[in-house]
């Protein structure tokens, strides 16, 4: 793009938005939404504008939205401020701190290369796929998928270089390389924090819905759709890349054996970070259980998942490793600038700027209107349909919007429609929360995907993605309306 169409496209981005608000402030507001959700409304599309555009850093957009706000009369700048307090920015916080201990000490790579040198591979490339693929998406559920799917598109390179495979021949490398992206995408639904729109899920419910989703209950849905979704991956990919190398499956797992040997022994910092990580996993799912069984109020209080990322967090602050052999001094597992390091602060002022978008939707009434008008254009349809039919909408709008932008957006809409045809809520926008995390068919769909496509050099293509992934969702999408169906009521037991 020359310089020229490169400025005036900015010129037109940057005035994308404030127009599209105005344009809507001067039209009557349509039946059923009234003049404040007019409002409420224009702001929406000022900063949806921006954020689709990516004239600005998606945070950026994210701290601009509070002045919009102010500017269209919508929400107070003091109200918006408030976002940050919430507490599952605060969980992410700490989350990302346990992860930077994770990764600091090279836990992560260790547990990658000790998975894919497991004997049962050997000679197998089928059973290489579904190790590879699992071993991904597990870790993504409690890594974020960036660096899970950076690291393990280099593990599949590494292979290929190291059993001479040439980039675009070994189907194997090639499924590899594809499932780093999407099998990092996919993980994430396990649990709460394994990825930022699921956090911002969660948040939306509770504004929308007026109930707050506990660890344990995302993960009992989470986790089921979870496996069964890399399940699928796998299988697909067996289809799409039919992987026929077996001689070169087996030079790979000597290459993995290998670097495991040359990460030595397992450190000190490595197993305070699993111990860590253990911890903080056993208090999300039973510390608030344990404490209401035994009455203990401050103890439910204490529990909670925010609480527990923070405190979990700040106690590598002060977990000794070893004392130093000169100073004398204690070396403690992390220091506060490697905390702070750790911490995506871009990932956490976008995400409050998402939950603020939601809740603005909320106040405004637009969630409703919005849902008022699917059902008019819906009609009839059974209601099984209508839930499929908006995990389909949601997630082919996150293969070219931003996946936090359409969670703002469409899982208020998705709490009108649940209600209206007599579908669990909860557990409705829950399952269209994970789909809308499933950016897996272009690079601007996600960062993991497009870091697995820029990471393959050579090994696979974006092509391979589009298909696939559409594949993929439309799998995706089946098991999620299935677990929802089986396990919905059971998690999430209709309200009243």
Request: with cysteine; hydrophobic share 55%; net charge neutral.
């Amino acid at each position: 793009m020359n310089r020229k169409l490169y400025r005036n496209r900015q010129i037109v981005s940057f005035l994308l938005g404030p127009l599209l608000c105005w344009v809507m402030l001067q039209c009557p507001p349509p039946e059923g939404l009234g003049h404040t959700g007019m409002k409420h409304l224009a702001a929406a599309a000022w900063i949806l504008a921006w954020w689709v555009t990516e004239l600005f850093p998606l945070a950026a957009v994210s701290l601009l939205s509070i002045p919009i706000y102010g500017t269209v009369d919508v929400m107070p700048p003091v109200r918006a401020y408030a976002i940050f307090g919430n507490s599952n920015l605060m969980l992410m916080v700490g989350a990302m701190i346990i992860l930077g201990a994770w990764k600091r000490s090279g836990l992560i790579t260790r547990y990658a290369y000790w998975v894919l040198s497991l004997p049962w591979i050997k000679g197998r490339p089928r059973r290489l796929m579904l190790v590879f693929a699992f071993a991904t998406g597990l870790v993504s559920t409690i890594v974020p998928n960036i660096p899970v799917a950076i690291l393990f598109v280099s593990l599949a390179v590494a292979m290929g270089r190291g059993i001479n495979a040439e980039p675009g021949r070994s189907n194997t490398i090639r499924g590899l390389c594809v499932m780093s992206g999407v099998g990092a995408a996919l993980g994430g639904a396990g649990t709460p924090i394994g990825g930022a729109p699921n956090l911002v899920v969660i948040g939306v419910i509770a504004s929308s819905l007026d109930y707050h989703v506990s660890f344990a209950e995302w993960t009992a849905l989470g986790m089921p759709i979870c496996l069964l979704m890399l399940l699928a991956m796998v299988i697909l990919a067996c289809l799409f890349f039919p992987p026929r190398e077996e001689g070169l499956v087996s030079g790979s797992g000597e290459y993995v054996r290998r670097k495991l040997d040359e990460l030595g022994p397992i450190t000190p910092f490595e197993h305070a970070s699993m111990m860590v990580m253990f911890l903080a996993m056993l208090l999300w799912a039973g510390g608030q259980p344990a404490a209401g069984f035994l009455d203990w109020e401050a103890g439910i209080r204490l529990f909670a998942p925010p609480s527990v990322a923070l405190l979990m967090g700040c106690s590598l602050l002060f977990l000794p490793l070893q004392r130093d052999a000169q100073s004398g001094n204690i070396k403690f597992a992390m220091s506060w600038k490697e905390c702070v390091a750790a911490v995506d602060w871009s990932i956490i002022i976008f995400m409050a700027g998402a939950i603020l978008f939601g809740e603005s939707l909320v106040a405004g009434g637009v969630d409703k209107w919005l849902g008022n008008v699917l059902i008019h254009a819906i009609g009839d349809m059974p209601p099984l349909l209508v839930w499929l039919a908006i995990m389909v909408i949601g997630a082919m709008l996150s293969q070219v919007i931003v996946n936090l932008a359409v969670v703002g957006l469409f899982i208020p809409v998705t709490a009108t429609l649940a209600a209206h045809y007599g579908l669990n809520p909860v557990t409705v926008c829950l399952t269209v929360g994970i789909l809308c995390n499933v950016g897996i068919m272009f690079s601007v769909s996600s960062v993991p995907v497009a870091a697995a496509m820029l990471g393959s050099e050579g090994y696979s293509s974006p092509r391979d993605y589009v298909l696939y992934g559409l594949a993929v969702l439309a799998a995706s999408s089946l098991i999620a309306l299935g677990c929802g169906v089986l396990l919905g009521d059971l998690v999430f037991p209709m309200r009243n």
